[in-house]
């Protein structure tokens, strides 16, 4: 099957490989005291000093930093790196805030890039690979992160971007595209207007992956896509904070490798801050061991997973997260009640009456908030009994309930009516004045 | 025998949605014969007959409506008091179940037309041509 980029790194014994993370925190911390205004005001807020950290255990004596943190140094406080050494600058969108600039040295692009490598071959990707990167370049990180690593194999990289989805097509069978870059919800929408222009993705291009990301998304969309197309569906993960797209799974599909030599992950119980047991789901904190411009020691990333220590079926011995289950900032609270958009996803999606785009809408109606679900109904799920629509209307809302334990109303909407997106989809419209 | 296609489509119940539908035929110059809106709240389902179904499926399905076809009965019943009990008695006997029914008068005809879907159409055919009720064809109805 697929080979290994670095074999040497990716393959480590866990004794080395937690060597070298110690010899990296400990570096990183003295560099960030040294070079970093804030963080030495953090440390000594906290009470401590480089010299504290002599073991990895010691991590949890360091004080966590935030997206906020990022936000109220903006542009470039809480830069560990001088002007003179910054070779890139990407900004994130800020959609709930002020936006966060993040910046790399020569050297943290390298890094970024040699991540992507790894992560590219471990799914198969070669040499002999063309990769159409449709996520959106410029000052987000999705489309210049996956052209990087791509070239770095030495893929003929397509820079497409997001949008012209026919034209995408058209590039894909012209150009012999292998693997495709993109949202999963982009990827929807390309399968839907492929189907249109009477091209079937399987039997009439050369497409055998997908990289999917920047948003949530669920096994079972997985299994759609791949049922649909043929091809396999990966996910990868990360975000422009500790660089951009950094991780994907292997070809074994058993989690997302996160590159130990780079970054120290943890899991972390959001409430307390204090870390849970191996395989047991919290919040992930990231510590950037090997990156310059901008480091980020404890990073608490907002996004809840699972982590495992255990060697992959690959081969690879660095840390594994299991699919992202939600992002704190997306969780609803509906009624008291959690509820992950992703969750909603994957009910929806097990159900094949039910079309690929759906949305959520929240609504308060005196004291109560009130869920709805549009989703869109598929030919194959179109009975003309009345009758038989109102039975799945109320299938679709207990199989909700059963998972989200709170009601929700479902609304059947003709296809095409849920907006599509080209980058990251807007899945839920919160109406609530709170 | 070729049964006769009706064609249905799911529709959200929103202003506009009906004239779409009847725009789209027209523009292919698909002539409706019989029409019925089932509402259920917030969508609806449209259920015609038309003289080309197979024409209409297709331009409705390229416009990206949610259409399907069914094979439905045309049977042809005395405009008088009792024409449509003498019908539906049968079925109802022979424990034929109608799911839905709509009916319509041709401009030629003394004669109503009943469309009836029914959970057995074999039997249902048989039953009625047993009772002498005339079933239109497909070209009948093609050329009403």
Same mark, same amino acid.
């Given at each position: @099957? ?16 937690h060597a070298l993370q110690e010899d990296r925190l400990k570096s990183i911390v003295r560099y960030v005291y040294d070079h970093s205004a804030f963080y030495r005001r953090r ?34 406080? @809480? ?54 990167? $449709? ?14 690593? $791509? =070239? ?41 207007? $492929? ?114 220590? =255990? ?15 939600g992002r704190t900032d997306d969780m609803l609270i509906i009624r008291g009640i959690n509820v992950f958009p992703s969750q909603v996803e994957s009910v929806l999606m097990k159900?094949? =009456? ?67 997106? @080209? ?12 | ?49 038309? #003289? ?13 409506? *949610?259409?399907?076809? *069914? #094979? ?7 405009? *008088? ?8 008695? *049968? ?28 959970? #057995? ?24």
């Amino acid at each position: @099957m697929s080979g290994y980029w670095d074999p040497h790194i990716e393959r480590m014994p866990l004794e080395d490989l937690h060597a070298l993370q110690e010899d990296r925190l400990k570096s990183i911390v003295r560099y960030v005291y040294d070079h970093s205004a804030f963080y030495r005001r953090r440390f000594n807020e906290a009470g401590v000093e480089p010299s504290d950290i002599k073991t990895l255990a010691d991590i949890t004596k360091l004080p966590f930093t935030r997206k906020v943190d990022l936000r109220d140094n903006y542009p470039t406080g @809480m830069f560990s790196a001088p002007k003179s050494q910054v070779v890139r600058y990407h900004v994130s969108s800020g959609t709930t805030g002020k936006p966060t600039v993040v910046g790399y040295t020569k050297g943290d692009i390298e890094t970024w890039s040699e991540s992507l490598a790894r992560a590219f071959t471990s799914i198969g990707l070669g040499s002999d690979d063309v990769v159409q990167v $449709a996520y959106g370049y410029g000052l987000f990180t999705g489309g210049l992160g996956a052209h990087y690593g $791509a =070239e770095r194999i030495g893929a003929a990289v397509l820079p497409v971007g997001t949008g012209s989805t026919e034209r995408q097509i058209e590039l894909m069978q012209d150009l012999g595209t292998t693997a495709i870059a993109c949202t999963p919800s982009y990827f929807l929408h390309i399968m839907e207007v $492929a189907e249109k222009m009477g091209i079937s993705i399987r039997n009439d291009t050369k497409l055998k992956a997908g990289i999917f990301g920047a948003e949530p998304w669920s096994l079972e969309t997985r299994s759609r896509i791949e049922e649909a197309t043929g091809i396999k569906a990966y996910d990868i993960y990360g975000t422009s904070e500790i660089s951009g797209p950094l991780f994907t799974e292997c070809h074994c599909k058993k989690g997302i490798h996160v590159w130990g030599d780079m970054f120290l992950t943890e899991v972390i119980d959001p409430k307390t801050g204090e870390p849970v047991a191996d395989g047991e789901r919290g919040e992930l904190v990231f510590t950037t061991l090997h990156k310059f411009a901008l480091p980020l020691i404890r990073y608490r990333i907002g996004d809840l997973s699972i982590m495992t220590n =255990e060697t992959c079926e690959c081969g690879r011995t660095h840390p594994r997260i299991l699919r992202i289950l939600g992002r704190t900032d997306d969780m609803l609270i509906i009624r008291g009640i959690n509820v992950f958009p992703s969750q909603v996803e994957s009910v929806l999606m097990k159900i094949p =009456e039910v079309g690929d785009h759906w949305e959520i809408i929240v609504d308060r109606k005196g004291p109560l908030d009130m869920m709805s679900v549009r989703v869109e109904l598929t030919s194959a799920g179109f009975s003309d009994k009345i009758g038989d629509l109102m039975k799945l209307k109320k299938k679709v809302s207990k199989e909700l309930k059963a998972v989200l334990n709170i009601a929700a109303e479902v609304d059947l909407v003709e296809p095409g009516t849920i907006p599509r997106s @080209m980058g990251k989809a807007k899945r839920v419209t919160d109406n609530r004045k709170i | 025998m070729a049964e006769i296609k009706q064609i249905s489509l799911f529709v959200e119940n929103r202003p506009g949605r009906t004239a779409k539908v009847a725009k789209t035929l027209s523009a292919a110059g698909v002539h409706i014969r019989a029409l019925t809106i089932a509402e259920a709240g917030d969508f609806g389902v449209i259920r015609m007959v038309v #003289d080309d179904p197979e024409k209409g499926y297709k331009v409705l399905k390229e416009s990206a409506f *949610t259409v399907s076809m *069914t #094979d439905v009965l045309a049977v042809e019943m005395k405009d *008088t008091p009792g024409g449509l009990y003498e019908i539906v008695n *049968t079925l109802g006997q022979s424990n034929v179940n109608v799911d839905y029914a709509y009916a319509f008068v041709t401009a030629k005809a003394q004669r109503a037309m009943l469309i009836l879907r029914v959970d #057995d159409i074999a039997k249902a055919r048989k039953v009625l041509s047993e009772m002498g009720v005339k079933i239109a064809t497909r070209e009948e109805i093609q050329a009403i």
